[in-house]
């Protein structure tokens, strides 16, 4: 008998069985799934069948997530990418793979994600159809349902390692050179408000992490991100995340607000997981204002661009020129790192200084450290 079969006969068998008042510990709830296995074989025959693999299976799929524990459990995979029910890809060991799992039941696929956002009080669902969330092992989720995604409902995990990359590991693993970190620990110690750019998986996240952990034990530093992924070890640490409107449209917090929020927090340093919007307009505000050594990451495919994203970001707030959001970004940031992934893997690509403006444009300043 095929062992998807058995794992349905035993599943729906052990919901039978389940009081739904009560709450089962592991050891419980795994004593009544080899109560039900047994039921089974001594109705019909399972010669050949993994009974510790059925087991887990059902134990994952009721207690944690199912197909997709095995790969969140194993440190080589960093990215989980579901296609609906056809298809489950990994990225393991910086390399794109198609696994050879995947839902056959799209209300299992659904149950799952429920599970996942509930955990962190987000709702998906057809009239909002998109949500980031985060586990509480700290990966980030982003699911996409139809009818946006046509082929969904789409699930993109993106792991994080459990103790983050320090300096000493982005060194050896290639990421940046010792000149390079000696630079921009210095420039952390000099309370240098920095810019990470770069492409999507390039490390920025990482990378923001790193350069926060050489902020002096202290400081007070306030986060402000979408979904709170940085991890910091300093005991002086505020963690703000912002919030989606509810199913009426209303408790909305959107992260020009925190950013507003941490101004009045007494920050010595504050840092802004990923500008992506006209929240750029407050953090170019928060660092005109004598905010020093505060950090954040944008999307950019160079230092150059990162320049036209800020601005152009920016100006989404509406009441605002150009020129004057140019003269914001000298006065208020110091260095733009930006990292590429290639051939090489993932590493610096660039360190510039903002260098005043020249003929209207904002100038950066290649910084040549080996």
């Known amino acids: 008998m095929d062992s998807r079969h058995i794992i349905d006969i035993v599943d729906k068998n052990l919901a039978a069985k389940m009081d ?3 709450n089962y510990s592991d050891k419980e709830l795994k004593e009544l799934i080899d109560d039900c296995l047994d039921s089974l074989e001594k109705r019909i025959p399972m010669i050949g069948i993994d009974r510790v693999n059925i087991r887990n299976t059902i134990y994952n799929g009721r207690r944690r997530f199912g197909l997709i ?3 969140l459990e194993d440190n080589s995979v960093n990215e989980i990418m579901i296609n609906g029910t056809e298809a489950i890809f990994i990225e393991q060991d910086g390399v794109l793979k198609k696994t050879d799992v995947r839902f056959d039941d799209r209300d299992k696929l659904y149950n799952l994600i429920q599970s996942m956002i509930s955990w962190v ?3 998906v669902n057809e009239s909002t159809p998109i949500v980031d969330a985060r586990l509480t092992t700290g990966a980030r989720v982003n699911v996409v349902l139809p009818p946006v995604a046509l082929n969904g409902p789409i699930v993109t ?6 103790k983050p990359f320090g300096w000493k ?3 050896e693993n290639g990421t940046m050179s010792e000149g390079q970190a000696s630079f921009l620990r210095t420039a952390v110690d000099m309370q240098k408000n920095i810019i990470v750019g ?4 390039t490390g920025k996240t990482t990378f923001l992490n790193m350069l926060a952990s050489a902020i002096p034990p202290g400081n007070r530093i306030i986060t402000v991100e979408d979904s709170a992924e940085l991890r910091l070890y300093q005991e002086n640490v505020v963690r703000l995340e912002t919030r989606n409107a509810n199913s009426e449209g209303k408790g909305e917090i959107k992260m020009r607000s925190l950013i507003k929020t941490a101004l009045r927090m007494r920050p010595d340093n504050i840092l802004i997981g990923e500008v992506r919007d006209e929240s750029a307009l407050e953090m170019l505000t928060a660092l005109c204002t004598g905010h020093r050594g505060c950090m954040s990451t ?3 495919n160079s230092a150059a661009d990162m320049l036209v994203r800020l601005e152009t970001m920016a100006l989404w707030a509406g009441n605002i020129s150009s020129e004057s959001i140019r003269k914001m970004i000298v006065s208020g940031i110091h260095l733009f790192v930006h990292l590429v992934r290639d051939d090489r893997g993932r590493h610096v690509g660039e360190i510039c200084a903002v260098d005043g403006i020249e003929n209207g444009e904002v100038r950066l300043r290649p910084v040549d450290v080996r």
Do not use: D
Not at 157 to 162: D, G, H, M, S, V
């Open 20 to 22: 739904l008042s009560r």
């Open 69 to 71: 524990q095995p790969f």
């Open 121 to 123: 009080n987000r709702t």
């Open 157 to 162: 995990i993106r792991k994080f390692a459990e």
């Open 169 to 171: 590991e982005l060194i």
């Open 198 to 201: 770069g492409g999507t998986s």
């Open 298 to 300: 944008a999307h950019a």
